[in-house]
Structure formats: structure tokens, C-alpha cells
């Protein structure tokens, strides 16, 4: 396969932190053509530092003029889906940052546009893809560890109020929510992805500390389809940050703790009593290879996928089921009751929107 001609859009931190480095690193599979962002100086900023010819303030001139057979979509949440709207109807695939969309209506309509064999659009959640949560997702499926039953999700991150001084964040609007949308969705999607699909959750979420219209912290209880429970915690209020998933089974007690990354060494497996004394099966549970979570590693397997003409991972179904599971999120804890997964439809608040404008965010008065 010749070289996959690549162009972004959004050219802020994510784009020269996180992308730019990856497509340099796959730089014999991948070329990138064009940039382009509103701020023209920032562009060309970009450009020079990477090397970048193609410099543009606008995803369709860069569309029109560059071609590209993959879009990446850096922009703010609330332009994702124009961008990747329009990157699929000129023909290329796409791969966006998190998260996917605003809303679960806006993800149905970006997968319509979808073609068989391609191209498709999909989201960048990578902790999917190291080493670590790959072994641990063939145990579950083979049933290694036993039966899964008690599961831990926290995202205890540290976000000061100046954070939130960029206009688009903590608005339902142009950020679709707090931390359950823009910063624990990375933990809950691994959790997923280990444990499979969720049946129902009860939840709560408040406004504490920030000024935003949007919660700063929310707590959920979420029942798996293997009979599984889980406890998930997003927070932007908690000053040591940590990203803790820990899973029991009937065997063993994984747990993985890093903060914006993992490595095999992030990852631990303990045996239950009744297996502690057999060393050998035990050390058999750890991961031969050491992948790191990574852009790198999901960009790999993106660029096998276009080369196959085959729907890559976090994408359509897959790719909604995180999404799924926030709205629900925020509609147990704005109704103040459980949310089924099978009571979820195709209109509604909770379908065109992430929360009920009625329900106000109000952090407490300080005395």
C-alpha cells in the first residue's frame, strides 16, 4: 500500500502533543499533506515546526485542494461533527478525537455517511490498545481469571479554575458535559472494553467547586451483562490525579494505575488464596509483550484497518457504546432514578442532548 496522505484539522495542544508526534513516528505509512485551524498564525506556526506544506483555514479548502485519504479531527467538541461529516463525504476516513460527538444523535447521523469497506469514521480512545488491556480482554473472554465480579473506575484528575477560562469548556453547548464526557471517558471506555457491554446505571453528578454549567464530579453504579458491578468516579476536583481501574474475578484482582497513560509496569495481577501457590500459571497471566497505551498504537491499527477496507475498532457500535453509557449517566443523575440500556431510544433529551436545560448546576455557597 502506497502511503496514506494524511491532513488535520486543529492545529492546538493535542495536535502537536499527542498526533503530530504519532504520524512522525509512522512516518512510512503515513505523509502528512495539510493543516488547518481558523488562526492563520497558528498554522503556519504548526507548519514550520513540523514540516507541513499544505496550510489552510478551513476543512473544505483543505479537502477540496488536498485530497486526504485520512482526516484527523483536533478541533473543540462541538465542531467534531462537521468536520467529520465532511471529511467521510470527500471520501476519507477519519479519526477523531474524544469525545466522539456531543450527542448520540449527532454519532448516528456522522454513521450514516459510512460506506462498506470504508471509509469510516472513528475515535480516539487509546487505552484500548496497549499490551495490558489486551491480555487482560482475552482472559475475560476465555474466562482465565474466572468470572468477573466487582469492578473499580476512577478518573481523579485536577483541573484549577483557570482551566476553564478557554471559552468552549464547562458548557453543555461546546463541551457536552464535565468530567464524565471530557476526561473520564478514556477509564470508563477500557472498562468497557475489558468487561463488555452495560446494562443499566444509577448515578449522580454535582457542580462543587468550579464555575461551569457542567458538573465537576459524578459518581455512577453500573451493572455489566455478565452480572458484573462496577463503581465509577470522574472528578476534576482531586489534587493527587490518578487513573485507577481495578477488576475482581473469581481468581485474580487486576488493577492498572497510571494518569494519562500505561505500560506494562502501570498494571498489576494478584492471585486469589487458592491460587497463590501456583507460580507458574500465575506469571502466565501477565503480558508477554510490553505496548504501550498510545495514539501510536491505535494510529497502527487504523492504518491496518484502511488497508483492509474493514470498520477499525472504536468505531461505529463500538465506538457508541462509551457515548451510550454517558448520556445515561447524566440522565439517571438529572432524574434521580436507574437507566436501563434497553430503555434507551432514538429521540429525547437524553438522545439530542447530553442533559435537560431545566436542571441548573449550582455549586454551593461558600459561608
Known amino acids: 500500500m502506497s502511503k496514506v496522505k494524511a491532513g488535520l484539522i486543529g492545529a492546538g495542544g493535542i495536535a502537536t502533543i499527542a498526533h503530530l508526534p504519532t504520524l512522525k513516528a509512522?512516518?512510512?505509512?503515513?505523509?502528512?499533506?495539510?493543516?488547518?485551524?481558523?488562526?492563520?498564525?497558528?498554522?503556519?506556526?504548526?507548519?514550520?515546526?513540523?514540516?507541513?506544506?499544505?496550510?489552510?483555514?478551513?476543512?473544505?479548502?483543505?479537502l477540496e485542494a488536498e485530497k486526504p485519504d485520512l482526516l484527523i479531527v483536533c478541533t473543540p467538541p462541538s465542531a467534531h461533527k462537521e468536520a467529520v461529516v465532511k471529511g467521510l463525504q470527500a471520501g476519507a476516513w477519519v479519526w477523531c478525537e474524544k469525545p466522539p460527538m456531543l450527542t448520540l444523535s449527532d454519532y448516528d447521523e456522522v454513521e450514516a455517511h459510512e460506506r462498506e469497506g470504508g471509509p469510516y469514521a472513528s475515535y480516539v480512545f487509546q487505552h484500548r490498545f496497549g499490551s495490558g488491556a489486551r491480555t487482560l480482554k482475552q482472559q475475560v473472554a476465555e474466562g482465565t481469571l474466572g468470572r468477573p465480579m466487582v469492578a473499580l473506575c476512577n478518573t481523579l484528575w485536577y483541573r484549577p479554575h483557570a482551566y476553564y477560562d478557554v471559552p468552549w469548556r464547562g458548557l453543555w453547548a461546546t463541551e457536552g458535559g464535565g468530567p464524565a464526557m471530557g476526561h473520564g471517558i478514556h477509564q470508563m471506555d477500557l472498562l468497557f472494553e475489558v468487561l463488555g457491554d452495560w446494562t443499566e446505571v444509577t448515578a449522580v453528578a454535582e457542580t462543587l467547586d468550579r464555575d461551569i454549567e457542567t458538573e465537576d464530579v459524578s459518581f455512577a453504579i453500573v451493572k455489566f451483562a455478565s452480572g458484573a458491578i462496577a463503581s465509577i468516579v470522574n472528578s476534576v476536583l482531586s489534587p493527587r490525579e490518578t487513573s485507577y481501574l481495578r477488576f475482581d474475578f473469581q481468581d485474580a484482582t487486576v488493577e492498572?494505575?497510571?494518569l494519562y497513560g500505561y505500560d506494562n509496569s502501570s498494571w498489576r495481577w494478584t492471585p486469589a488464596p487458592h491460587k497463590a501457590e501456583d507460580a507458574e500459571t500465575v506469571e502466565s497471566w501477565r503480558p508477554h509483550d510490553n505496548t504501550p497505551s498510545s495514539h501510536k498504537q491505535q494510529l497502527a491499527e487504523l492504518l491496518d484497518a484502511m488497508e483492509a477496507g474493514a470498520r477499525p475498532r472504536a468505531s461505529g457500535h463500538d465506538g457508541r457504546r462509551t457515548l451510550e453509557f454517558i448520556a445515561a449517566l447524566y440522565q439517571s443523575a438529572e432524574t434521580g432514578r436507574r437507566v436501563r440500556r434497553d430503555e434507551l431510544v432514538k429521540d429525547g433529551i437524553y438522545y439530542t442532548g447530553m442533559h435537560d436545560e431545566n436542571v441548573i448546576y449550582q455549586k454551593p455557597q461558600e459561608s
Not at 34 to 61: F, K, S
Open 26 to 62: 509512522h512516518q512510512g505509512r503515513v505523509e502528512v499533506a495539510a493543516i488547518a485551524d481558523l488562526d492563520v498564525d497558528r498554522v503556519a506556526q504548526v507548519a514550520e515546526e513540523w514540516g507541513i506544506p499544505g496550510r489552510y483555514t478551513d476543512v473544505d479548502a483543505l
Open 256 to 258: 492498572v494505575e497510571h
